[in-house]
């Protein structure tokens, strides 16, 4: 199993601020077709989990560019800059290199 | 726009098996795949399977044993059938499409199943 370790598990942020969440892979998570299968979601709470970034660094449709993902091989980062009030959600990575598993989430909260 | 729903039971006895029903609209289930993922409570979300648009099938090799995933492309539904459920299949289950490297970008509303006596 690919196993995902995000960190930090909460996070306190003002707005206005910069922040970033961390994902490891206990495997690379580069294909040999040259893609790497490492995505992000984002959910509020009372909704459903909702596409936030593909492949390391494709921003969904519609999704603001204060958002981004960055990273290779088995460490990735999503930053978001500057943090908004709608941000408030959890935030989960996942791969699907092998099968699909997820991160365990980081939850955003705002001072 | 591709808007999915999940519909079923909130409520399964332990041991019995738990059915629910993911309706398609927007799109055609014999185009993409189309899985299901449940959220445990406590935050953890674990990838259950999913259908192709031909009709075959992946499933999370943890659950192999007991899931099975089908169709009805008439009615653009397909559907989740977990057999032998525990208290630990408390959760809220949702359907979702799969994009092109397989990342869930369209999920239902999900439904929230207990599992008691």
């Known amino acids: 199993d690919v196993v995902l370790t995000q960190t930090p598990p909460t996070l306190s942020a003002t707005i206005g601020q910069s922040v970033s969440i961390s994902c490891r892979s206990s495997q690379s998570l580069l294909h040999s077709n040259g893609n790497t299968y490492l995505h992000w979601l984002l959910q509020r709470p009372g909704q459903s989990p909702q596409l936030l970034i593909y492949s390391v660094s494709n921003l969904e449709s519609g999704v603001p560019n204060r958002f981004s993902g960055s990273g290779s091989g088995t460490d990735f980062t999503l930053t978001i800059d500057p943090v908004e009030a709608d941000d408030t959600a959890t935030y989960f990575c996942q791969q699907s290199w092998n099968e699909n598993t997820f991160g365990a989430g980081t939850k955003l909260e705002l001072k | 726009e591709v808007q999915l729903q999940e519909s079923g039971p909130g409520l399964v006895k332990p041991s019995q098996s738990l059915s629910l029903t993911c309706s398609v609209t927007?799109?055609?289930?014999?185009?993409?795949?189309w899985g299901w993922i449940r959220k445990f409570p406590g935050n953890k979300m674990e990838w259950m399977g999913y259908?192709?648009?031909?009709?075959?099938?992946s499933y999370n090799p943890s659950l192999k044993s007991r899931i099975s995933i089908t169709r009805d492309t008439s009615k653009n539904q397909f559907f989740l059938q977990l057999n032998s459920v525990t208290t630990e299949d408390t959760a809220t289950y949702y359907c979702a499409s799969l994009g092109a490297r397989y990342y869930f970008d369209y999920w239902g509303q999900g439904v929230m199943v207990t599992v008691s006596s």
């Open positions: 259908i192709s648009y031909s009709g075959s099938t």
């Open positions: 927007g799109y055609s289930i014999t185009s993409n795949y």
